[in-house]
């Protein structure tokens, strides 16, 4: 399992997450780096995963064959009735050739281990793929890069300046990317809680340095829709509330 991934996992925490992006940006600080970020959410991922991708998922960490064919079975046979305060449905509704339905459901305890997996997967692929955030320590001994930091369905694409590359391009880029892994793993983008943070240094005078708070958005393509999306940009200074904490680039949260 990727050491991005902190969600639903022993020993790791929300507020390991949150550690990890101030982290981030402590050394872009530190470092004058110009530092781009894309917050983004998966649509209800436990109910949009598809089950016999989950098993194959599984099976590559080494989950037993035996094990992994029962659980999909499972999925597969199981029937599902509406509960609500006039009685339980009579009719109800499951698997059919030719007309599958997705998700490991939302209370499941195996929906948490299943999102793990698959969530893994994909954010080794595309740490792989994309060049990601670099950060080097102050006495440059030290480097690690990252592509993305994630806890459960939240996870933030980060970028860091590579050569003459705009850095808005590289996010952009980055942010394509990981929507269409998800795609493919039958998980979508909640579009409308998706937004970026651009860092890009000024220099005054007197050589003080500071946060411009110019904001540029990015565009990325709806794999489900074909649509253009276009993603805001949140400048540097707007606090937003990640796993419980209020954080910006600025650092001046409250």
């Not at 390991?16 to 781009?36: G, S």
């Not at 929906?111 to 080794?124: A, D, E, F, R």
């Amino acid at each position: 399992i990727t050491d991005s991934n902190w969600g639903s996992r022993q020993g790791r925490s929300a507020q390991d997450a949150a550690i990890v992006k101030e982290l981030h940006y402590d050394i872009t600080h530190l470092r004058l780096n110009e530092y781009a970020t894309m917050e983004n959410d998966a649509a209800s991922c436990y109910d949009r995963m598809i089950p016999s991708l989950i098993m194959l998922v599984s099976r590559s960490f080494g989950i037993n064959k035996n094990t992994a064919k029962s659980v999909g079975m499972t999925l597969q046979r199981t029937r599902h009735f509406i509960a609500t305060k006039n009685g339980i449905s009579r009719r109800s509704f499951g698997f059919r050739e030719g007309k599958p339905i997705f998700g490991s459901w939302q209370g499941a305890t195996k929906s948490v281990i299943c999102w793990v997996l698959m969530c893994s997967t994909l954010q080794k692929i595309h740490q792989e793929k994309i060049k990601g955030a670099t950060f080097v320590s102050i006495d440059n001994k030290t480097a690690i890069t990252q592509s993305t930091v994630g806890f459960v369905d939240d996870n933030n694409n980060c970028v860091t300046k590579e050569e003459r590359e705009p850095i808005v391009k590289t996010l952009q880029q980055s942010a394509q990317k990981w929507e269409k892994l998800l795609f493919a793993s039958g998980g979508s983008l909640e579009f409308k809680k998706c937004f970026t943070y651009v860092v890009k240094w000024t220099q005054d005078e007197e050589g003080k340095h500071g946060i411009s708070e110019e904001s540029e958005s990015i565009e990325i393509s709806d794999s489900q829709t074909g649509c253009t999306r276009k993603i805001n940009c949140k400048k540097p200074s707007e606090g937003h509330k990640p796993l419980g904490c209020v954080k910006n680039p600025n650092m001046n949260s409250r």
